[in-house]
């Protein structure tokens, strides 16, 4: 019995003026439902992460993530989800609206543990603004007090939505709906205040948000009887590059154009050549600690220009390889690194093929 995150991507967005549905539009660096994938699958929680899309996805290599065709509503949509995982023995579902995009996977855990006792828990926030409300022409006051306004994800009991989704054909906004109508008990659990719906074109601009920009340069000398790293792959050649690492240039580059970006000093801090623990150190392990701190402190990477200076191997061969290497090691699409190759007239050490260098610039966002 395990646990299910079905993620509602199928909506028109009415109230959105734009050509694309907005769930497909960039928000921070990624496609807007993509924040919700991701956190589900970074949470561990779920065997099974549903994707309903009226829309191809493509690039899912996920063998957990299953994406599956919307109806034109809301609850056809939810049923059409339920009803394709029927029959593989979910205990828990979690219902989330793409356009959520800032819920924290803590609230994914306390939804969990309050759903132990329940077989419905749904997030709410408060309001701060006064509320009317219009009855036959007559406006009235409401306490805001008694007014809860529901986010999602929601979780259910699997066996208890999938019967109360049956027999509805009426149009609802959220799953909580369904257990309120039918007299069912709900859990209330506080929401997020983060976790707000973007509706309109104005919720994607980016809050407080400044680029900053960082500097790279490598340089290491060829020794016969190594392996060529470049870009944290193996690249066949009849030398390596000498260093107390792998002498990945590309990739020391990379690391000092990170650090440069984010004003924490050089990969020599981080990695002093005397230590022995970083002896024969691949360079990927170099950069994963830097990632962490990227992603720790708010930033995300617009892009990533590099010139890889030598008169072999060519660049051309291997760039789409390498390319291909840095967007899994940094978790960038394709069109955010640039490769260049560039020789030096047979000039000096690189020119007589007795070193390899790299320079890149990086610019990052940064989210307050
Ligand atoms: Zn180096």
Same mark, same amino acid.
């Given at each position: 019995?395990?646990?299910?995150?079905?993620?509602?991507?199928?909506?028109?967005?009415?109230?959105?003026? =734009?050509?694309?549905?907005?769930?497909?539009?960039?928000?921070?660096?990624?496609?807007?439902?993509?924040?919700?994938?991701?956190?589900?699958?970074?949470?561990?929680?779920?065997?099974?992460?549903?994707?309903?899309?009226?829309?191809?996805?493509?690039?899912?290599?996920?063998?957990?993530?299953?994406?599956?065709?919307?109806?034109?509503?809301?609850?056809?949509?939810?049923?059409?989800?339920?009803?394709?995982?029927?029959?593989?023995?979910?205990?828990?579902?979690?219902?989330?609206?793409?356009?959520?995009?800032?819920?924290?996977?803590?609230?994914?855990?306390?939804?969990?543990? %309050?759903?132990?006792?329940?077989?419905?828990?749904?997030?709410?926030?408060?309001?701060?603004?006064?509320?009317?409300?219009?009855?036959?022409?007559?406006?009235?006051?409401?306490?805001?007090?008694?007014?809860?306004?529901?986010?999602?994800?929601?979780?259910?009991?699997?066996?208890?939505?999938?019967?109360?989704?049956?027999?509805?054909?009426?149009?609802?906004?959220?799953?909580? =709906?369904?257990?309120?109508?039918? %007299?069912?008990? *709900?859990?209330?659990?506080?929401?997020?205040?983060?976790?707000?719906?973007?509706?309109?074109?104005?919720?994607?601009?980016?809050?407080?948000?400044?680029?900053?920009?960082?500097?790279?340069?490598?340089?290491?000398?060829?020794?016969?009887?190594?392996?060529?790293?470049?870009?944290?792959?193996?690249?066949?050649?009849?030398?390596?590059?000498?260093?107390?690492?792998?002498?990945?240039?590309?990739?020391?580059? *990379?690391?000092?154009? +990170?650090?440069?970006?984010?004003?924490?000093?050089?990969?020599?801090?981080?990695?002093?050549? %005397?230590?022995?623990?970083? &002896?024969?150190?691949?360079?990927?392990?170099?950069?994963?600690?830097?990632?962490?701190?990227?992603?720790?402190?708010?930033? =995300?990477?617009?892009?990533?220009?590099?010139?890889?200076?030598?008169?072999?191997?060519? *660049? =051309?061969?291997?760039?789409?390889?390498?390319? &291909?290497? +840095?967007?899994?090691?940094? %978790?960038?699409?394709?069109?955010?690194?640039?490769?260049?190759?560039?020789?030096?007239?047979?000039?000096?050490?690189?020119?007589?093929?007795?070193?390899?260098?790299?320079?890149?610039?990086?610019?990052?966002?940064?989210?307050?």
């Amino acid at each position: 019995m395990s646990n299910c995150f079905i993620l509602l991507a199928a909506g028109k967005g009415k109230r959105f003026k =734009s050509k694309n549905p907005k769930q497909f539009i960039n928000y921070i660096n990624k496609p807007l439902f993509m924040h919700s994938v991701d956190k589900a699958i970074k949470s561990k929680m779920f065997k099974t992460i549903i994707i309903v899309s009226n829309l191809p996805i493509k690039n899912i290599r996920t063998k957990s993530i299953k994406v599956i065709k919307g109806g034109k509503e809301r609850h056809e949509s939810t049923q059409n989800a339920l009803n394709f995982i029927k029959n593989k023995k979910i205990k828990n579902v979690f219902i989330h609206d793409a356009a959520r995009p800032n819920f924290t996977i803590r609230l994914l855990k306390r939804l969990k543990n %309050n759903l132990k006792k329940n077989k419905a828990v749904v997030p709410y926030i408060k309001t701060y603004n006064s509320v009317k409300f219009v009855e036959k022409n007559k406006i009235q006051n409401l306490d805001r007090e008694k007014l809860l306004f529901t986010q999602t994800p929601q979780c259910f009991d699997f066996k208890s939505i999938y019967k109360l989704s049956k027999l509805n054909k009426k149009k609802i906004t959220d799953e909580a =709906s369904l257990f309120l109508t039918n %007299n069912r008990k *709900v859990k209330f659990i506080k929401g997020e205040e983060n976790n707000f719906k973007i509706t309109t074109i104005k919720d994607f601009k980016k809050p407080n948000v400044k680029s900053f920009y960082g500097i790279g340069f490598d340089i290491h000398r060829l020794i016969k009887n190594k392996n060529l790293f470049l870009g944290g792959i193996k690249i066949p050649f009849h030398s390596g590059l000498q260093g107390h690492s792998d002498g990945d240039v590309i990739l020391h580059a *990379v690391i000092d154009g +990170l650090l440069g970006a984010m004003n924490k000093k050089d990969i020599g801090t981080f990695y002093p050549s %005397n230590k022995r623990k970083f &002896k024969n150190i691949r360079s990927p392990n170099m950069l994963s600690p830097i990632l962490k701190i990227l992603n720790k402190d708010g930033y =995300s990477i617009n892009n990533v220009d590099i010139n890889l200076i030598c008169e072999k191997p060519k *660049v =051309s061969k291997y760039r789409d390889k390498i390319i &291909k290497s +840095l967007c899994n090691l940094l %978790n960038i699409n394709k069109d955010q690194v640039n490769l260049k190759g560039k020789t030096v007239e047979k000039l000096g050490l690189i020119g007589k093929e007795e070193a390899i260098a790299c320079e890149v610039i990086i610019s990052l966002d940064h989210y307050a």
